[in-house]
């Protein structure tokens, strides 16, 4: 095998919405991981499966469906959890088992759809399209933005909440924002990984790149770095040696971690 | 005198107890207050009120003749450094992310160096937060809460769990903001001798507030310091 699988186009497009996915959910995965929230991305991404469904059954575009479903779900869940004091880990169970319960019935009752609900379960980053990484590349562009716009209110409020308050930042709103930024990251990531690991993209990079123990931009920078080596290597091996692209890619990322937590055990990072 | 803070009536009415009793107190320019009472006498409470983190009371809160219900402008005037900050022990920010936090503009990064040398924590700057100890912690709150030059510090119990050469430290840091840089302080403690030897107004708290003005007049009637020692004392012996 050689590099003439870089002159794929279907393999420009991988990468190139691969990468940007990769940033993505590094970074907003740093916010959700710092407020123990590390399982947020796999409940929305469970509640996408309710959408998919529903986008199947309907004939629509199940993407738009899934967007319109997690976001709504996840904002309607924070919500509840603020209104009843519910603890985050139970929200987010509540959140997971009502997306897949939803998807199940909608399944069941149009008959079963095979083979698309695979391609979102697991992930199917080599079949992008054209207008999907255009997509993509606009997501990831405008929440980034976003980011480095709200850069100190997002660190702040996720550092210590009341702190933050009494400094005059509109904390719930940010709350609102991270978890609605949250939904698009995971419906976007679908294509990449699927439903069923994406929360390893929001998690792993990140636990990672803690634990070098320096600063907030240089984790997020380690973190973004893993992040893109593990999709970018885990594409292209994936694809020499004929096997799924989503495991990979998370594997890849476990050794990155495996790996750190090796150096950092045998004492080889220094503390600054 | 320049009204910075005054609280009128204010009343906190929790389901099972009243927290604060009808609290009317004033607050001038170059105060260094020191708040006293037991534990469950409403200090905490009090300052909630104050930082807009308690919005139901009945009464008035003014900062600089504004009511804080009308206006949150007061904040930008203000710098809050809290009990015993809550972060996780491995979140990943160092001593200057943390006092950046507290910057309201970006441009003003110079600003960070200069308050971290005048609190002697420069050479810490790119350390985790979480590998300091509390003396140190404590002190880079201090620089947060600083870094944007208020007009008024708000302290609640700031020397819980901390060594006593830190604590000598961090005095000699609030007197030298009250008297050089003449910030208004408000600060909570339990320590009678510190406020003593530190704050030149006292208020002293029980749910209602038994004695407010200068601390001489306080600390020189033995009546008074006797009864504060003894609700104290029993307030100690209760949690005990």
């Known amino acids: 095998m050689s590099l003439e699988i870089l002159t794929f186009s279907f393999m420009h497009r991988a990468l190139i919405s691969g990468v940007a996915i990769a940033i993505l959910c590094s970074v907003v995965g740093l916010f959700l991981v710092l407020r123990r929230y590390s399982l947020f991305g796999d409940a929305i991404a469970h509640s996408s499966f309710g959408g998919i469904a529903l986008g199947l059954l309907a004939g629509v575009y199940p993407l738009w469906t899934a967007y319109a479903v997690s976001i709504a779900s996840a904002l309607i869940i924070t919500k509840i959890k603020d209104k009843y004091n519910i603890s985050g880990d139970a929200s987010i169970a509540v959140l997971l088992s009502s997306g897949i319960a939803v998807g199940l019935v909608i399944i069941g009752l149009s008959g079963g759809f095979t083979i698309d609900i695979f391609s979102f379960l697991f992930g199917s980053i080599l079949l992008v399209s054209v207008d999907d990484t255009i997509l993509v590349l606009a997501l990831t562009g405008a929440i980034l933005i976003v980011i480095l716009l709200l850069y100190r209110q997002l660190l702040y409020s996720t550092f210590n909440e009341e702190q933050a308050k009494v400094s005059g930042i509109p904390v719930e709103k940010i709350n609102y924002l991270i978890v609605f930024m949250a939904g698009i990251t995971v419906v976007t990531s679908i294509q990449l990984v699927g439903v069923l690991l994406i929360s390893a993209l929001f998690v792993i990079p990140n636990v990672t790149a803690i634990i070098y123990g320096k600063g907030f931009k240089q984790t997020a920078i380690i973190s973004m770095s893993f992040s893109v080596f593990s999709v970018v290597v885990g594409i292209l091996v994936s694809y020499i040696f004929d096997i799924t692209p989503a495991g990979t890619i998370v594997l890849i990322a476990i050794g990155l971690l495996a790996g750190t937590m090796g150096i950092k055990s045998a004492g080889l990072l220094s503390k600054n | 005198m320049l009204k910075v803070v005054e609280i009128n009536n204010l009343t906190v009415q929790y389901p099972d107890v009243k927290a604060l009793d009808d609290i009317s107190l004033v607050v001038n320019q170059g105060d260094f207050l020191g708040i006293i009472g037991p534990n469950g006498a409403g200090k905490s409470t009090l300052f909630a009120s104050m ?164 601390s001489e007049k306080f600390f020189s009637d033995d009546a008074l310091v006797k009864q504060y020692s003894e609700a104290s004392m029993q307030e100690h012996m209760h949690h005990h």
């Open chain 2, 51 to 214: 930082l807009g983190l308690n919005t139901k009371y009945k009464g008035t809160i003014k900062f600089f003749d504004e009511d804080i219900k009308k206006s949150k402008n007061y904040l930008k005037q203000l710098g809050y450094v809290p009990q015993k900050p809550i972060f996780e022990k491995n979140f990943p920010v160092t001593v200057t992310d943390v006092v950046r936090m507290g910057l309201r503009k970006e441009s003003d990064e110079n600003k960070i160096d200069k308050i971290l040398q005048q609190l002697w924590i420069h050479e810490l700057r790119e350390r985790r937060i979480g590998e300091l100890s509390g003396g140190q912690q404590q002190r880079v709150f201090i620089a947060k809460a600083l870094v944007n030059n208020p007009k008024i510090l708000i302290l609640d119990e700031p020397v819980t769990g901390i060594d006593q050469q830190s604590i000598d430290l961090f005095y000699s840091i609030l007197r030298e903001l009250n008297s050089k840089q003449k910030i208004t302080i408000i600060w909570s403690s339990h320590d009678l001798d510190a406020v003593n030897k530190l704050a030149n107004h006292v208020a002293c708290l029980n749910r209602t507030l038994f004695f407010h003005g200068e």
